[in-house]
T-cell receptor, first 115, second 115 residues
């Protein structure tokens, strides 16, 4: 079956601009996660959705970052007034349920470059 | 304090040899889960193996096994009979508590398999 997809695969923008990154999870997965991976680092948690609601947004670095999942499937990560430090790969993951191992399946990521 | 520590930035191993990738973790929770992910140059995170804090047996998945030493808070990944395709970044990650779903990742180890 189809895995997690993310669009665009690459995004180049100028400092101060607004960007939206999209994540399409595996069909039927109720949980969705956003992570950010800077060069040479492990992924860092940003936000987690269970259904339509954000269950944990403790990783969002500041109020320029916002994410939504209005129908409990596709999610959009929104970054306002982008800064050069926002340049990173943004990874999305989904998982099927809360019980058990609850393995997270990752997408290929969106590479964001802020000039 | 770092939650997950991977002390080996890079490892070089001859094909067909076994390799151990180190991971130590820090948590005060009794219930937690430990994960290993592989990230090839394509960028996608691939789940390899999971160990729950209450699991008495070390986890195994094909050529992957997890050497879990709870008292030492270590969860090393062992890859037997390494192959050229094993060359990648490897990340250890932890999920703390029963309700929390986010993963905390280490810095990663770059494994290179030489022919």
């Amino acid at each position: 079956g189809a895995g997690v997809s993310q669009t665009p695969s690459n995004k180049v923008t100028e400092k101060g601009k607004y960007v939206e990154l999209r994540c399409d999870p595996i069909s039927g997965h109720t949980a969705l996660y956003w992570y950010r991976q800077s060069l040479g680092q492990g992924p860092e948690f940003l936000i987690y959705f269970q259904g339509t609601g954000a269950a944990d947004d403790s990783g969002l670095p500041n109020d320029r970052f916002f994410a939504v999942r209005p129908e409990g499937s596709v999610s959009t990560l929104k970054i306002q007034r982008t800064e050069r430090g926002d340049s990173a790969v943004y990874l999305c993951a989904s998982s099927p349920r809360l019980a058990g191992i609850n393995e997270q399946f990752f997408g290929p990521g969106t590479r964001l470059t802020v000039l | 304090a770092q939650k997950i520590t991977q002390t080996q930035p890079g490892m070089f191993v001859q094909e067909k040899e076994a390799v151990t990738l180190d991971c130590t973790y820090d948590t005060s929770d009794q219930s937690y889960g430990l994960f290993w992910y592989k990230q090839p140059s394509s960028g996608e995170m691939i789940f390899l193996i999971y160990q729950g804090s209450y699991d008495e047996q070390n986890a195994t998945e094909g050529r992957y096994s997890l050497n879990f030493q709870k008292a030492r808070k270590s969860a090393n990944l062992v890859i037997s009979a390494s192959q050229l395709g094993d060359s990648a970044m490897y990340f250890c990650a932890m999920r703390e508590g029963r309700g929390a779903q986010k993963l905390v990742f280490g810095q990663g180890t770059r494994l290179t398999i030489n022919p």
